[in-house]
């Protein structure tokens, strides 16, 4: 039943049964939640899918990725997984049917119309509790921790739903004569959106009719102030009605209320109004007045200049764009009052990320909160040179009125002297470019009236510090909404996909945009797609970054020369991989350094801001940093140190998955044979973990592929550990997440062929066999497994040859060919023999009996297996055992014992839960469902099979969704489901004709044999 369930978007993502929380999974598996719970009313596509996950930088298996959570998500929330009513495939995507009692945003907004009725009704006590109720419904920031840009536009909907719901309660609450009740808290919501220009309406009445008429018109001329300067527009017209109906003393505006106002597009930017003593400081003091100078008054009585107060501010950038989020949180943290320290904010990140724009932004928006000054430094902290303190304070001390014989000339003295001078006065600094903490310390004021805006690219420890913001590169959408204001919207719109690409290979940071945007605006004729392909090339990319003075590889430059040696060599040789995430293990191995030295190392590179760690021991380049270290790489010619990192890379690689090879296949020597192994590398528990490592590392793993892919014969060393990192990671091959791999693979496998060397090409031949098999092309795989078994003849690689028969007998049984597959098989159990190589002589005669259930021999079949479980109990081989459980079951069904093939059938299927393997699972099951039918129990065996098809799709097994489908069909059918069987049994004779499989022309016969239409 569905009508139990509860869903929590209002907070942290939850789902109930009842009063049961259902766990929702992983972060991206709630956004897939939230998207079709939001869309409720209608069908998602899988690309609006996609695209609210991961925007328009999707991953390469997102099809797959998604299906897997939908999958999840089905087992979490339907009762009967062969019967879905919750979530329903529909064409290409879901729809996920609940109703909208079920959602909480939902009854918000319910509560919200309700409350709008009632009030339109003079209901006006119930209108507030429904109000309140709606209220209530928030239990945290919207999705919290859901990511995704559907995530993001979401929480800006709702933070904005939740704002008109209190404002209507606020306007509720004075019409009914509550003024002195709402005046705290509109205050606080002023505070927090500054230009929203509703709430300072509703505060405007409520002190008008609390007797406070000064007061409402100071809001008045605050929030006009703020909407001229910051967003160059005068009030809406609601606004300025109540300020005139206030000065006209207007006694209606005591009992009537004023019209709705209209909703202004002004971006709200958090920050402090300007009333409350706003102005007061040194401007208001009396003439003569020195009580605030403390230490600084004496030579203040014989200095009868007047003195501007110093605005020393850079300008602000016309165009700023983004960092919205920033903005707000900076602002509002510069201007809280009431503080007993000054508030001090830290921004840093890499080399042009912003942190200067952002900062000069942020200290434009809030100077009015600081009117006794505002002043500058640049700290040149990541020159060769960084300003002197000393020298800083001097500068400052100047500005602020001191006599140059006043200054003393000692560091400490003059930071005495500044916080004395500063004491007491609302001022504002902002100190550019820190080296460090150090560099900082003397010059941060001690008055809590003063505040202070600092960047610095490493992270700043040991000052005192109010927030530490660490910026990073720009989202898409920023990006592009940068570019556009540069070069103008209509040129952005002509070209939107070459203009996402763009700004995709600048990385999307700040500064690389406002480079080709600047060189985009100085070319009119230039299309963006020209550039974009020149930035393609990631020889020319960092060259291509330039324009005047401004070049993305000095401010790279600046900071890599901060580096010590130990450092500069660690971000050279990491970037050799490419990688788009590098694990603490993987770097120790490249850097020849044991894992606590490379934890230092590395740390350090990330306080430096030359890294980045997205999780504990996981690190990562910017995309253009990465490609700045690869040309120091080469400008410093460290081709040896390069390939040698390279080679430790793969050696590291290469043990820790023979290391996992043993796990997934207990007792088999492949994993001896590969090889040589130099170092230990990492070793597991159990099969989980070995899962687990596999899956972290797949994308280092396919990084170090394409380099060795790029040049086999130069670096055959390379060549052959790739190819046996390849067989040892082989077992894994339909794990979930895997598929990237076979790309990367194909092209390392047909590059390593024609080097010459049999070993290396005998392995290579029997992976592209393998790939062949898993995707169901046999006449393929068939061709690639003669050769390879050629080959290992040749180079007498004895434990490749037992695998290549194996293989090659695959490839013909799966053509049918039975006798020809058991003597393949025959010849591959000899070689196991004599290899003493147990769990694959067991595979082998397990495959054996499969050809003998296929040919018609299932006598033979069950000895067989039979004797195989006996042998894999002995060796605890439990994948082994999982497969002879299946087999046995096929052969027990051909003996139409059907009871005994559906136990050993369920046997098969715990063992291979409990493993983790998905695919065993998945054709066992179909298996199942086929006994099922035979045996007229149809119900069940549309579960089994619809179980089937769904798990084949998501780990895109072709050859084994078509036998689900086809038994599907065949249910369908005898259940009467004519046009539904025939759909199934269609898109089953597809898949076998398209991989040119024999069961294609059954299926069709099938097929040709059924009547048109249900009931002829």
Not at 656 to 684: K, M, Q, S, W, Y
Not at 789 to 802: K, M, T
Request: aromatic share 4%; hydrophobic share 40%.
């Amino acid at each position: 039943m569905t009508d139990d369930l509860r869903f929590v978007l209002l907070g942290a993502v939850r789902a109930y049964r009842g009063n049961t929380e259902i766990r929702v999974g992983p972060p991206q598996q709630q956004a897939v939640l939230s998207i079709l719970a939001l869309n409720s009313e209608h069908a998602v596509s899988m690309a609006r899918l996609i695209e609210g996950l991961w925007g328009d930088k999707p991953p390469n298996r997102a099809v797959t990725t998604v299906r897997t959570y939908a999958w999840q998500l089905r087992k979490l929330l339907e009762p009967d997984l062969a019967a879905p009513r919750l979530l329903l495939s529909v064409g290409g995507g879901y729809q996920m049917t609940v109703p909208q009692a079920s959602l909480d945003v939902r009854q918000t907004e319910s509560l919200l119309n309700e409350a709008l009725r009632a009030r339109a009704e003079k209901r006006h006590q119930q209108a507030d509790r429904l109000l309140g109720t709606a209220l209530r419904m928030w239990r945290g920031d919207p999705l919290a921790g859901v990511p995704g840009p559907f995530a993001d536009r979401q929480r800006e909907r709702l933070e904005e739903l939740r704002l008109v719901i209190l404002e209507e309660r606020f306007d509720l609450a004075i019409v009914r004569g509550r003024h002195h009740m709402v005046i705290p808290g509109l205050t606080e919501l002023i505070a927090s959106c500054p230009l929203r220009e509703r709430p300072h309406g509703l505060l405007m009445r409520a002190l008008y009719a609390v007797g406070r008429q000064t007061d409402a018109l100071a809001v008045f001329s605050d929030v006009r102030r703020r909407l001229v300067e910051e967003q160059g527009v005068e009030p809406g017209t609601e606004l300025l009605a109540i300020h005139r109906r206030i000065l006209d003393a207007d006694p209606t505006l005591l009992s009537t209320p004023p019209a709705q106002p209209r909703t202004r597009g002004v971006r709200p930017i958090e920050g402090r109004p300007a009333g409350d003593g706003a102005h007061e400081g040194a401007s208001r003091r009396a003439p003569g007045d020195d009580s605030a100078a403390g230490p600084a008054a004496a030579y203040r009585e014989d200095d009868t200049r007047v003195l501007p107060g110093p605005a020393q501010l850079p300008p602000d950038l016309p165009d700023f764009t983004g960092r919205s989020a920033q903005v707000a949180r900076l602002c509002n943290l510069l201007t809280t009052r009431g503080r007993s320290t000054p508030p001090v904010v830290a921004i840093t990140g890499m080399g042009g990320v912003g942190k200067t724009v952002l900062a000069l932004h942020v200290a434009h928006q809030v100077c009015h909160a600081y009117p006794d000054g505002q002043l500058h430094a640049d700290l040149h902290g990541s020159h060769e040179n960084p300003a002197d303190p000393a020298v800083v304070l001097g500068g400052f001390l100047l500005a602020l009125g001191v006599p140059s014989e006043a200054i003393p000339e000692r560091l400490d003295e003059r930071s005495k002297l500044f916080r004395s001078v500063v004491n007491r006065r609302r001022l504002l600094f902002l100190l550019d470019n820190a080296r460090d903490a150090e560099h900082l310390r003397d010059l941060l004021p001690g008055s809590s009236e003063c505040g202070v805006i600092v960047t610095s690219r490493p992270r700043l420890f040991g000052v005192p510090l109010s927030v530490q913001l660490k910026l990073d590169a720009f989202s898409c959408a920023e990006a592009l909404e940068l570019l556009g204001t540069v070069i103008g919207q209509q040129r952005l719109a002509r070209e939107r996909p070459q203009a996402k690409e763009l700004v995709r290979v600048c990385g999307y940071l700040p500064l690389a945009i406002r480079i080709v945007a600047a060189r985009l605006a100085g070319r009119p004729r230039w299309t963006i797609a020209v550039l974009a392909a020149r930035l393609a090339d990631e020889q020319r990319r960092i060259a291509e970054l330039h324009v005047g003075g401004v070049a993305i590889s000095a401010v790279f430059e600046m900071g890599y020369r901060q580096l010590m040696p130990e450092q500069a060599r660690a971000f050279r040789l990491l970037a050799v991989v490419g990688s788009p995430g590098i694990t603490l293990p993987t770097a120790a191995a490249m850097l020849a350094l044991d894992e606590e030295q490379a934890e230092n190392l590395l740390e350090s590179l990330v306080d430096a801001a030359m890294l980045e760690s997205p999780r504990p021991g996981v690190y990562c380049y910017h995309d253009l940093t990465r490609v700045f270290a690869q040309h120091r790489l080469e400008e410093l010619h460290e081709h040896d140190q390069r390939d040698e990192a390279l080679h430790r890379l793969l050696e590291f690689l290469l043990s820790t998955a023979c290391n996992a090879f043993i796990h997934a296949v207990p007792g088999d020597p492949v994993g001896e044979a590969l090889g040589p192994r130099t170092t230990p590398g990492l070793r597991f528990a159990d099969m989980h973990a070995a899962r687990d490592w596999v899956h972290a590392e797949i994308p280092t793993i396919t990084a170090a592929l394409h380099l060795v892919e790029r040049a086999p014969a130069a670096n055959t060393r390379a060549a052959r550990t790739a190819v046996d990192l390849l067989i040892a990671l082989s077992p894994f091959n339909r794990d979930p997440g895997a598929g990237q791999l076979q790309g990367p693979a194909r092209a390392l496998l047909r590059a390593v062929e024609p080097t010459g060397d049999p070993r290396t090409s005998g392995r290579a031949l029997l992976l592209r066999s393998s790939l062949a098999l898993q995707s169901g092309r046999t006449a393929e795989a068939e061709e690639y497994a003669l050769a390879a078994v050629a080959a290992a003849r040749q180079a007498g690689d004895i434990v490749i040859l037992r695998q290549a028969l194996n293989d090659l007998g695959l490839a013909v049984h799966y053509m049918r060919r039975y006798d020809e597959a058991v003597n393949c098989y025959d010849e591959a159990i000899t070689l196991a023999r004599e290899l003493g190589h147990r769990s694959g002589e067991a595979a082998t005669v397990i495959n054996a009996a499969l050809a003998h259930v296929h040919s018609g021999r299932a006598d033979r079949a069950v000895t067989a297996c039979e004797s195989a479980l006996e042998l894999l109990g002995d060796i605890g081989d439990r994948a082994g055992t999982a497969y002879a459980l299946y087999v046995l079951g096929l052969a027990l069904h051909e003996q139409r014992r059907y009871d005994e093939a559906l136990a050993r059938y369920r046997d098969s299927l715990a063992v291979s839960r409990s493993l983790g393997v998905r695919d065993r699972e998945a054709y066992t099951l179909y298996r199942m469902a086929e006994t099922l039918r035979v045996t007229g129990r149809l119900q069940e065996a549309v579960h089994c099979a619809t179980r089937a098809t769904v798990q084949c799709e998501e780990l895109d097994a072709a050859r084994d969704l078509a036998q689900a489908l086809r038994v599907l069909g065949l249910t369908q059918l005898d259940l009467g489901h004519v046009g539904t069987a025939r759909h199934h049994l269609e898109r089953a004779r597809a898949i076998f004709a398209e991989r040119e499989l024999p069961e294609s022309a059954e299926v069709a016969r099938l097929l040709d044999g059924m009547p048109r239409k249900p009931g002829t």
